[in-house]
């Protein structure tokens, strides 16, 4: 065998073999991974500020691996892009006029008209917020809530159910199905009924891929080139996607416009409206609602539920405020009575900044027809135009500067600390973000939490599930990239993240006769 043949035969395993297994590798790793959502090794620990596909990109050493913890309160992510650590940057950042959202927003679009979420243009997305706004204003939410009510009184019957049949229950699609049947409601005045009929729960996985792709896409751009190859993958989907909703449109539009409290009755005459969801203006706009809505008050509510099964004295408390508080299961609505729960509050605060469901960076940049003379200085780093930039949500919620014992759940610190330390959190303390782009649903969050928590103390204890069960969603000592931590809920940065669990028990409470 000659020196010719054994080079040929180098050459063959490398095309044959060599080749397709990079290849495929890659794809897996840099495409469907981070694309299917799904936590696995590839999955970077959301504390380094890269998450998803950057986490991937660094497993192939395609990118150096710096972190916020390691190397304080600005790294580079990419030849044009900083992520900072510092409420001095949220503000040079999030509340600079000069400073709006990132282009790269534009490539979350799905249909021919943009959303509220991927409008870039400063103008247009002004004009869209107003009218949004109005449809999730606090006036408008006390109008929605016996809805949101009805919905999480199934909710909880159908956790009494699961009481009764001694079942063990994994709280995170329960969160997830009454998430999405509550915004359902809000966006389009339609029942999904996720909750009692398992025929729609696809909707919720669907929305978090098309959540990942979002997230794909602003990590990598270049990738937003293969979406007609991805419209075929996911054709069944994308199909069953657009079904539901036309499904939901037609049964809106044969009601007259005011007959629910939703989004379409305040913005109707605001928006360009059609049967067709490429001409109209205000069906993209119900469909984000779906997304902004469901998934990212499951994701706290799951959280929460896993934190207080993990800290028995923030339990002890959270439980006696409820049961002291309301004399009857009916007396749990938005009020006076729910308004002095301010441990309840303080839980959902502290649950906000230890599980934000937008854990990543939401990227902003120099607006390019700024006028300001001068450069653009973020934390006293002056920045070259183009630059895309944000301050990353899990870590400057992590940060020990702004939050001693950053990855302890201690409500407490919310009510018992100083009023200068409070400032020094409060600023630092940004999970709905600040600025123009602020989330303009935070009222509907606080009072869908608030009840939940409050109906479920009312009516049950909880803890959770023995063995192996009862560590679904923590961290694995031994785990690598910082998901070791047991009383950690562990999220997967895909824009709203994904979790899983906790598996809770629950238990009536003897004192409601029940
Ligand atoms: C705990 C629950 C929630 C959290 C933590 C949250 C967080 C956020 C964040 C961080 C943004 C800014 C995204 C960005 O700049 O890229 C946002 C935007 C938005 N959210 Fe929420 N959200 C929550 C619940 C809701 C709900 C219940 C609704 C509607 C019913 C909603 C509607 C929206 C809308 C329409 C936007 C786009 C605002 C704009 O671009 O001007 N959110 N949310």
Not at 379 to 405: A, Q, R, W
Request: with cysteine; glycine share 6%.
């Amino acid at each position: 065998m000659g020196f010719p043949y054994v080079l040929y035969l180098i050459s063959q395993i490398f095309i044959y073999i060599l080749v397709p297994y990079i290849c495929l590798l890659v794809s897996y790793r840099l495409i469907l991974h981070p694309l299917a959502g799904y936590p696995g090794p590839f999955w970077g620990k959301i504390s380094d500020g890269y998450g998803g596909f950057h986490a991937a990109l660094r497993r192939l050493h395609l990118i150096t691996y710096e972190n916020h913890i390691k190397y304080g309160s600005v790294v580079r992510q990419g030849p044009n892009r900083l992520v900072f650590n510092t409420v001095e940057a949220l503000q040079d950042i999030y509340l600079n006029p000069r400073v709006d959202k990132s282009s790269l927003y534009s490539l979350a679009k799905m249909s021919t008209q943009n959303n509220i979420f991927d409008t870039v243009d400063v103008r247009e997305h002004r004009r869209k917020r107003k009218i949004i706004s109005q449809a999730i204003a606090e006036r408008s939410v006390r109008m929605f809530e016996p809805t949101m009510s009805e919905q999480i009184d199934i909710f909880i019957k159908q956790l009494a159910n699961s009481c009764r049949l001694s079942e063990s229950i994994n709280i995170s699609k329960r969160c997830m199905w009454l998430g999405g049947d509550i915004v359902g409601h809000l966006a389009f005045g339609y029942p999904l009924e996720t909750q009692t009929d398992s025929s729609n729960r696809w909707l919720q996985s669907d929305l978090s891929l098309a959540s990942a792709r979002i997230n794909v896409y602003m990590q990598a751009p270049i990738v937003r080139n293969i979406e007609p190859l991805l419209r075929v993958l996911f054709a069944k989907a994308v199909a069953r996607s657009f079904e539901i909703t036309s499904k939901m449109i037609r049964t809106r539009l044969a009601l007259d416009k005011h007959a629910k409290r939703d989004l379409y009755s305040f913005a109707a005459d605001h928006m360009t409206n059609s049967e067709s969801l490429e001409d109209s203006e205000l069906w993209p706009e119900a469909f984000f609602f779906i997304i902004a809505g469901g998934n990212t008050a499951a994701t706290v509510m799951s959280a929460m539920f896993f934190y207080l099964s993990r800290y028995p004295e923030c339990y002890k408390r959270l439980a006696g405020e409820v049961r002291a508080n309301f004399h009857a299961a009916d007396e749990i609505q938005s009020g006076e009575q729910l308004r002095r729960c301010d441990y309840l509050r303080a839980c959902i605060n502290e649950t906000l900044r230890l599980s934000p469901p937008n854990t990543g960076t939401l990227w902003r940049q120099e607006l390019a027809d700024d006028k300001t003379r001068g450069p653009l200085v973020v934390d006293g780093h002056v920045i070259p135009p183009g630059t895309e930039l944000g301050v990353n949500m899990y870590s400057i919620h992590h940060n020990p500067k702004y939050f001693p014992d950053p990855f302890v759940f201690r409500p407490e610190r919310w009510l018992e600390s100083s009023t200068d330390q409070l400032s020094v959190m409060q600023k630092a303390w940004a999970p709905f973000t600040v600025g123009a782009h602020s989330c303009p649903g935070k009222a509907v969050a606080y009072l869908e939490l608030s009840l939940v928590f409050a109906r479920t103390f009312w009516y049950f204890d909880f803890e959770a599930a023995p063995g192996d069960l009862g560590h679904l969603g923590a961290g694995k000592v031994g785990s690598l990239y910082g998901r070791d931590n047991p009383n950690e809920y562990q999220l997967y940065d895909t824009f709203s993240a994904m979790h899983d669990g906790p598996v809770l028990v629950l238990r009536n409470r003897e004192a409601t006769g029940e």
